[in-house]
C-alpha cells in the first residue's frame, strides 16, 4: 500500500506541466480553460479582484472613479464607437452611473473564480461553494467499472470493463484521479465505508478543497474553440511584440491560411495586401478584447459589441509572464 512517504501526491497530482515556451506550445483549445486565460488577461476582471481583495465597495466614490478610469479612453476612440456624441468629451453623470452598475457583474464573476494570477494570493477567499480546480467537471463522477466474477461471468468480462473505462478516462478533458477498489461484496458495509474513507483521507490531494466550482455555462450554440484560441494568441502577441504591425504578427500566427500562402507564392505582399490584412487582424484583435471583457461579465464566448477597457500594455504582459512565466518572444 503506498504511503506519505512515498510521495503519493506528487504521483497523481504532479507539480510539473508541460513548458509554455512560444507561442505555438499554447495549444489547448478546452473552451471552459480558453475563458481563464481571457480572464486573467482581462483589465476589468483583474479590476474587480483587486477592489474584492481590498474589501472595497463600487458605492465609494474613490472605488467608482477607478472603475471609471478603466474606460477612459481617448475621446475620438469613444465617438467612432458612438458612445461620445457631439462635443462631448468626458462620461457624463448617467453614462458614470451606468458604468459603475455594470460592473457589479465582473464583481460578481471575480467572487467565484477568485484571483486566477495569484497576485493577491491570500487576500481573498472564494465563497464556500466555489473552488476552482485542475478538473472541468462539476460533480465528480462515480460509477461502477466492473465487477470480478459477476454472476459466474467470465474474468475476460471484467478486464474488458477496466480496458473500457481507460479508454474512456482517456479521452475526458480533466478527468480527475480516482480509487479503483476491490470491495467484497459480502463484506459489512459499516466495513467498507471505513475503509474507502481512509483511502481517501489517505490519497486525496491535501491541496485541493472538496467544493467544486459552479459552472457558468458557455453561451452560443455553435463554439469554435480553435478560433477562439487563435484570438487568445492574437491578444497575447499584441503586447509580446509591440514592435511589430499587425500584419507581421498576422503572419506570425498564421492567421489568415490565404496571405500567408500568398506571401510563399510571391515571396512579398503588395500594399493592398498588407491593408486588407491590417483590418482582418485589427477586427481580430478586437473580438479577442470584446471576448476577454464579456468574460469577465460572466458569457464567454461572446463577441457582441461591448464597451472595452484601457490595456496597459505593461500590466498586460505582466500577466502574460504570470499565466506562462517561461513564455519568450
Not at 503519493?8 to 507539480?15: G, L
Not at 472595497?56 to 472605488?63: E, F
Request: aromatic letters at 10%; a positive charge.
Amino acid at each position: 500500500m503506498a504511503s506519505y512517504d512515498e510521495d503519493i501526491f506528487e504521483k497523481i497530482f504532479p507539480k510539473q506541466r508541460h513548458v509554455i515556451s512560444c507561442i505555438d506550445d499554447i495549444s489547448s483549445a478546452y473552451a471552459p480553460e480558453l475563458r481563464l486565460a481571457f480572464l486573467r488577461l482581462s483589465p476589468s476582471y483583474n479590476l474587480a479582484i483587486k477592489l474584492l481583495a481590498q474589501r472595497k465597495k463600487l458605492d465609494t466614490p474613490k472605488v467608482a472613479e477607478e472603475v471609471i478610469q478603466l474606460y477612459e479612453l481617448p475621446a475620438h476612440q469613444l465617438k467612432k464607437s458612438k458612445f461620445f456624441k457631439g462635443n462631448q468629451e468626458r462620461f457624463n453623470a448617467e453614462q458614470r452611473a451606468k458604468l459603475v452598475e455594470g460592473f457589479q457583474a465582473a464583481m460578481d464573476v471575480a467572487k467565484k473564480y477568485g484571483d486566477l494570477n495569484d497576485e493577491f494570493n491570500g487576500k481573498l477567499k472564494r465563497s464556500s461553494d466555489t473552488y476552482l480546480t485542475t478538473f472541468h467537471s462539476n460533480f465528480p463522477f462515480l460509477g461502477l467499472v466492473g465487477v470480478w466474477g459477476e454472476r459466474g461471468q467470465p474474468h475476460s468480462r471484467f478486464v474488458s470493463d477496466l480496458e473500457n473505462f481507460s479508454e474512456w478516462a482517456q479521452d475526458k478533458d480533466g478527468f480527475e484521479p480516482a480509487l479503483v477498489l476491490l470491495v467484497p461484496l459480502r463484506a459489512p458495509k459499516a466495513y467498507v465505508k471505513k475503509r474507502v474513507l481512509a483511502y481517501l483521507d489517505e490519497f486525496r490531494d491535501p491541496r485541493t478543497n472538496p467544493k467544486y466550482p459552479e459552472i457558468i455555462p458557455l453561451k452560443g450554440k455553435r463554439i469554435h474553440s480553435e478560433a477562439i484560441l487563435k484570438k487568445l494568441k492574437l491578444l497575447i502577441c499584441r503586447y509580446m511584440y509591440p514592435d511589430l504591425a499587425l500584419w507581421e504578427i498576422a503572419l506570425k500566427l498564421n492567421l489568415s491560411q490565404e496571405y500567408t500562402d500568398r506571401l510563399k507564392d510571391q515571396g512579398e505582399l503588395y500594399e493592398d495586401d498588407i491593408i486588407r490584412l491590417n483590418i482582418i487582424t485589427s477586427r481580430m484583435l478586437l473580438q479577442a478584447k470584446t471576448i476577454a471583457e464579456h468574460a469577465a461579465l460572466g458569457s464567454f464566448p461572446v463577441t457582441k459589441k461591448i464597451r472595452i477597457p484601457k490595456y496597459d500594455a505593461e500590466k498586460t504582459i505582466e500577466r502574460v509572464k504570470k499565466i506562462w512565466p517561461d513564455l519568450k518572444p
